[in-house]
């Protein structure tokens, strides 16, 4: 199949990143570390083993000796070998997972055991599980996120390594498993790193351990690892185009495999074959089919079958692009009011990792009116963009790069890449997913915006089909002059620009006089606000009230809707949430209390006065 220039270069490209994903992982891992394989697409959409439950555990308190044997060499010969004291005869283990306690998975360990709020460093799971390997078959084990580093045996051999809090990695077992009982031993080790992504400081709760779904997935020796199936991304938005595009990606599968994509509800179903690096791009033309969008969030039942191996995904297709200052989705300007929110559990506290969590979180949205919502700082669980594609909701999806981060190191470039690429493959088909975001509030000076520049270039390279953009706060004032002229604009598809007129900075009131200038392109307000603590009334000018958080806000819509190129805002933030900074006694206990809603879930004066202009659409317009 001969594809056009415009359907085939950014394909390529995407393709050709896929390639290099798979390669980058392997020479990306340190030595000490084990190369990952591959990262699989789709995982929630394949019959898998579930390895959530109870998990014995050991804290290994600094240095961390059990997993740290000294030159950054990781110990295989502790805790890893899931050894069991001898009660009698020759003294050898110390310790013995069987009779340790247990905590939950998923979930972080700072909230599952008292003594552990404040821990941050290795945790030592342990837990058995049965397999039956099969012929012609490989097995992984997925794990959702582990937050900060993660290393990974299974029946004494290490089988994989991951850096990074927020994203998914897979570890092929197939090796090392048996018939019967097997068992897995995983430290996670949440310790801060200066080179790290995010670094020392950062305004959000620590929370360590495996954080999200844990689980086995058995596939054929050469099975669909990952895809992409997206509305063609043409130069200008066509209402009559139902051609849709991608490409399936079939690990190890020899050259001229078939590859079927059929799309039954959308009448488009297409035959292609792998090339020598088992990607399968394809195009077809639907001849029926509805646009995704927050009205109609359409998905469809988009079957991938390849050799063994098939998979069943929902996906939704939709068209986001910009105009000069306006954003379109489906060739239709939109205007994006929403809110920040961080993965922590409604009520619950934690990091959040339900269906529960996100449909309560998604549920406030709702309540607000909002159609769009900042996931800070960090993917999320993959729940969140699924509920979104399914209630229809859009997203704002970024990688940790908060604030000082090692700009001048490679190394630490090289992890911003892989943390991008986890994120952009685990999300590219996901409707609600309109914009990948790089970083959040970094300096203005060249090495920063030579690093995230060439994320941006990365990000393009592996999906050409979203807008880029990133959370600004360096700004050029000049009296009530705000003029943003960080160069990171001229990379950048949307600017989000943050800033706390009325909170860090002078009187609510000064927002009135405040004229900001941006480039020609869409604005969004990403963030915005003032602290409060729920049910503390008072005066409009008596700080920490939900009063004056109301007002600062009242004030800060007025600024907003002078900004001829704002199509959005996301104050800071829906929920107030967990921040070891914050310790104002009585006031702050630990919470930043910028959330429009309690981290009980109580909404404050804010809240009700944001649902009003959004139910009004009052901050601004589309175009
Ligand atoms: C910053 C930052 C947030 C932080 C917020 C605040 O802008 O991006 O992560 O929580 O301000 O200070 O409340």
Redesign the pocket.
Known sequence: MILSPRISKPLTAALKSATLFCWALLVLSSPAQQPLQTLLVGVDHRTVTSLDGDWHYLVDMPPAGQLYAGKGQINDHGYAMNSHPNLVGKHNAEYDFDTAPTIKVPGDWNTQIPQLFNFEGVLWYQRDFDAQPQPNTRTFLHIGAANYRSHVWVNQKRVCDHEGGYTPFDCDVTAVLHPGSNFVVIAVDSTRLQDGIPSVG???FNYGGLTRDVSLVTVPQSFIDDYDVHLAHGPTFDTANTQLTGYVHVLDAPAGTPVTIDIPEAAARTTVTTDAEGNAPFSVKAAKLALWSPDSPKLYKVHLAAGQDQLTDDIGFRDIRVDGTRILLNGKAIFLEGANMHAEAPVRGGRAFSQEDADRIFGYLRELHANFVRL??YPHDERMERTADRDGFLIWSEIPN?QRISFDKPEVYAKAVTMLREMIRRDRNKASVILWSVS??TGNNPTRTKFLSDLVVEARKLDGTRLITS?L?SIRVNGNERVQDDPLCNVLDVIGQ?E?VGW?EGTPEEADNIHWTFPQKPVLMS?FGAEAKFGNRGRVDQRWTEDNQAYVLLKQLEMLRKIPQLRGATP??LMDFR?PGRNIPLLQDGY?R?GLISEKGEKKQAFSLLQKAYTEHSIGKPE
């Open positions: 950062f305004d959000w800070a700082h908060w959040n509030e959370a706060n943050n706390y860090y963030e800071w933030i921040s930043n910028k």
